[in-house]
């Protein structure tokens, strides 16, 4: 990247030293973490390009689509429904961020105890460090834990912010508070891109998403072969982009991805060991570049064989329905599909338990490695069901609360070491 993008950077109001400074760390890590491993598949090439440009011909597309009429959104959670969006034209991309930079100026607005991932996103903002957030036209925050909707109320002093309302619980009346939050979403996005969101439209883009999330399970269903034939990395990473890039392009990429992987799979190679312990992770999303454990993990000789996460499994697990015929019978069908997200924000949340479980098993896991960010209450707190679930279908799980900085990095790898090897 570099100079070709600059002036587009300064035109985006970028502090430009301190996003060289970032651009530099992220180079740095991404060599270390990811161009280190072994044995990579071809198609990874197409995710080492996204990555290396993610601030520089994504947003540049970004900005030629701006010249020529579209809107951008971007979001926090995977509750905002990316159909309508696409309906109306627009592009949405994900905001979460996963780099401890912006930490300080964070903390100048934000109480020090508030997870990382939110820390992240607020510091990205005050220190103009992300072309993402200046490229928006809304930016759509949602009432999930009580640490992002309060920090939407000081976001919405620097961005164009529009709120959703999301249920805490699964009643029929949480249920019909949902559609009517999509409702008015579609309102507002027929409203912010000037374009009518008509039936036709709107199958397309469940069609869109559905295709995309249907790639994306078929990787993961690869994952479920001894040897692994990908790493948990690499699987992470095409989660994680599939957040930014063009869904059309990303799920054909994915797609020759899958056929060089189940080619893996048939000759039974694989990224580590048959032996190597096989670890399912579950817990708070990872966004970029958010590789920490995962590396500790995975540098300790076992493989990460799925996520339990929004960047991973809750994303795409469930389809929606593409049998609607009326705006309004679509949105209920995205209603349905998407009632059905497992988030700690909800109570109770019983079925991500099972969820944990079937995935635990489907994916041939020795253990469970349960993830939480520093201060996130929903997360923190489900854990000890988590922990006792678990205790009682015999399979073994560690749980560690984590934060963006390395300080504690040789202490995590003393953890995760330990247990691979109780799991021997
Ligand atoms: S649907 S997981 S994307 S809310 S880690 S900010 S919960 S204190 S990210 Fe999430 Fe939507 Fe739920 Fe998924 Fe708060 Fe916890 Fe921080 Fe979190």
């Known amino acids: 990247m570099g100079n070709d993008y ?25 060599n270390d973490i990811y161009l280190s491993q072994e044995g990579r598949l071809k198609g990874m090439e197409y ?6 440009e993610v601030h520089g011909l994504r947003i540049q597309e970004l900005q030629e689509a701006k010249a020529a ?35 300080e100026a964070a903390e100048q607005v934000l109480p020090r105890n508030t997870c990382a991932l939110i820390k992240s996103f607020v510091g990205f903002k005050l220190a103009r460090l992300c072309p993402y957030i200046e490229s928006c036209d809304l930016v759509v925050g949602e009432t999930t834990c009580d640490g992002k909707k309060k920090a939407y109320e000081i976001f919405q002093e620097y961005a164009p912010l529009y709120v959703m309302e999301i249920p805490q619980m699964k009643s029929p009346a949480d ?32 069609q869109t998403v559905n295709q995309r999330r249907k790639v994306l399970q078929r990787l993961d269903n690869l994952r479920k072969d001894s040897p692994s034939p990908i790493s948990g990395r690499d699987a992470l990473l ?5 957040f930014y890039d063009d869904p059309v392009r990303f799920t054909q990429q994915i797609s020759a991805l899958c056929d060089e992987l189940e080619k893996r799979v048939v000759e039974k190679k694989g990224v580590a060991p048959a032996s190597a312990k096989r670890i399912m992770l579950s817990g708070c999303p990872m966004a970029v570049p958010n590789w920490k454990l995962p590396f500790v993990i995975e540098s300790s000789g076992a493989v990460i064989v799925g996520e339990e996460s929004c960047i991973g499994d809750r994303n795409i697990r469930d389809l929606v329905d593409e049998t609607g015929s009326t705006v309004e019978e679509m949105v209920d069908r995205l209603v349905d599909r998407y009632f059905q997200i497992d988030c700690a924000v909800f109570t109770p949340n019983n079925e991500r338990l099972d969820h944990i479980s079937r995935m635990a098993k489907d994916m041939k896991a020795d ?43 040789g202490q995590l790898k003393t953890r995760v070491e330990a247990f691979i090897e109780m799991l021997q």
């Not at 409702?183 to 409203?191: D, F, G, N, V």
């Not at 095409?238 to 599939?242: A, C």
Request: charged share 25%.
């Open 238 to 242: 095409i989660h994680q982009i599939s």
């Open 6 to 30: 600059q002036q587009m950077w300064e035109r985006l109001n970028l502090d430009i030293s301190a996003h060289d400074g970032l651009l530099t760390v992220l180079g740095k890590f991404y």
């Open 69 to 103: 009429g579209r809107k951008i959104v971007g979001t926090f959670c995977i509750f905002v429904p990316e159909e309508i969006t696409l309906a109306a034209d627009a592009i949405q991309v994900g905001l979460c961020a996963g780099a401890e930079i912006g930490k």
């Open 175 to 206: 249920k019909a508070l949902l559609k009517a939050e999509f409702m008015r979403y579609l309102e507002r996005m027929e409203a912010l891109s000037g374009r009518p969101i008509t039936a036709d439209k709107l199958r397309s883009a469940i």
């Open 367 to 409: 253990g469970v490695i349960h993830y939480g960010l520093m201060f996130c209450q929903p997360y923190a707190m489900e854990a000890h069901k988590v922990g006792k679930r678990l205790e009682k279908e015999g399979i073994p799980l560690l749980s560690i609360e984590t934060d963006y900085s390395m300080e504690d990095i």
């Open 47 to 52: 995710l080492d390009f996204v990555l290396s």
